[in-house]
């Protein structure tokens, strides 16, 4: 494929229909802010989240804000093997731009194809102010690690998820009224539908459990465990990372203790500990720590780890309400969990000029004295911390709960997704 076919909008104006028509992602408008720094900005995330449609519509604001549209270069390494340099010149013949001379914006997409293309990355950046650099792919992990390595501070770098419960409904093109409390059962009914395809834009409209499960098996769990992490890491066993990530998925939220999951899979600790790692860092699963006022106590204690899309445990018999705690962990901007003893909180989130906010879930039809106790104990202990009411997510129940003088903000689910 010809440079000139990848871009389009060099003829007509416009990048073409199928980006022009998908739904403006919230990151874009902070990638905006950046587009006038000298940085690198790179767009990392999951596989199949959208990052070459975020491309696009980054190209197509550029476009809008009158940016000459011959000076937007967009080159895709899935559709060619040319080097950085010869991109380069034959976008410079073809346009007749100079790079030393104009500003241009140049994108790079599935980056990581390109041999030792960091270095060469480098070398033009720092000889080229004109030039302003995006550049993404499918093996995120690898763009991430290489960046750190040779691009220290010539690099910004932002991280794309997959669909929150928000913007699926508006994938969805689901509207609600003034009263959201009528719309109760049809928001709910895409929740349940959301948690089976897990964010994924291109499931969002896919019924089929049997094909929800053969796209997240062959299309992202697959290539991540036995193509993208094995380029970024000697690994031996790749096996281990999908019997881990099933481990997980078929009980999230589960406290892992190292020892005894070598023991079970006879492998030693370091090994367990190394492959969990590479599965973070791949974006498969999210971990948390214990809350602690001290960070080393923390780090000590057994980590709570969830997969970081739903969909990942539509393999296994998850209980709705395990579900529900799952979402409720990618949501939410904390990487906490309280245990103490026999007492536990969900998520403690640690605020800014705030102090601390607890929150549990129960998803349940009926709320008991007991199912608070978490909640209890540890406002009692971090009482002094406390500026913002703990936070209850429930199944149905919406109230003002005062339990032994704390006062407690209950909110369903399906709400506070649609709210948060």
């Known amino acids: 494929m010809e440079i000139g076919d990848l871009n389009p909008w060099w003829k007509n104006g416009r990048i073409e229909i199928e980006y022009e028509k998908s739904l403006e992602r919230p990151l874009l408008i902070d990638i905006k802010k950046f587009i006038k720094e000298r940085q690198i900005l790179t767009i990392i995330g999951l596989r199949r989240v959208g990052k070459t449609t975020l491309i696009h519509q980054i190209i197509d604001y550029l476009i809008n804000k009158k940016v000459k549209k011959e000076s937007i270069l967009y080159y895709n390494f899935d559709m060619g093997t ?99 409390n009528l719309w109760k059962k049809e928001i709910n009914d895409l929740l349940m539908d959301y948690l089976k395809t897990g964010g994924f834009p291109e499931l969002v409209n896919e019924k089929d459990d049997k094909k929800i499960k053969r796209y997240i098996k062959e299309s992202i769990i697959d290539r991540l465990v036995y193509i993208d992490i094995p380029q970024v890491f000697k690994i031996d066993e790749p096996e281990l990372l999908v019997k881990l990530i099933n481990i997980i998925s078929s009980n999230p939220g589960a406290i892992l203790d190292f020892n005894s999951l070598a023991s079970d899979l006879s492998r030693n600790r370091k090994t367990i500990a190394s492959y969990l790692f590479y599965l973070e860092k791949a974006f498969l699963i999210k971990k948390f720590y214990s809350f602690s006022s001290n960070f080393l106590t923390s780090e000590k204690k057994g980590k709570r780890f969830y997969p970081t899309s739903t969909a990942f445990s539509n393999f296994f018999n998850v209980d709705v309400s395990k579900l529900i705690e799952n979402i409720t962990a990618i949501s939410l901007d904390t990487k906490f969990f309280y245990r103490k003893q026999s007492q536990e909180v969900d998520f ?41 009411n703990p936070l209850l997510i429930t199944k149905n129940l919406e109230d003002t709960i005062y339990h032994n003088k704390i006062k407690i903000n209950a909110i369903p689910c399906w709400k506070w997704l649609v709210y948060l």
């Open 82 to 180: 040319l080097e950085l340099e010869q991109i380069i010149e034959k976008y410079e013949a073809i346009t007749s731009i100079k790079i030393k001379e104009e500003k241009v914006f140049i994108f790079l997409d599935e980056i990581q194809k390109l041999n030792n293309w960091q270095d060469k990355l480098k070398l033009i950046y720092d000889l080229n102010r004109n030039i302003k650099f995006f550049i993404s792919g499918s093996a995120s992990l690898f763009i991430e690690k290489r960046t750190k390595e040779s691009l220290a501070g010539r690099i910004f770098s932002f991280q794309l998820n997959p669909l929150s419960f928000k913007e699926y409904m508006l994938f969805k093109n689901f509207k609600y009224g003034k009263n959201i």
């Open 348 to 388: 403690i989130k640690i605020k800014k000029n705030e102090g601390l906010e607890a929150i549990e879930i129960k998803y349940k039809e009926n709320i008991k004295k007991e199912d608070l106790a978490g909640l209890n104990h540890f406002f009692k202990r971090f009482k002094n911390r406390f500026k913002i």
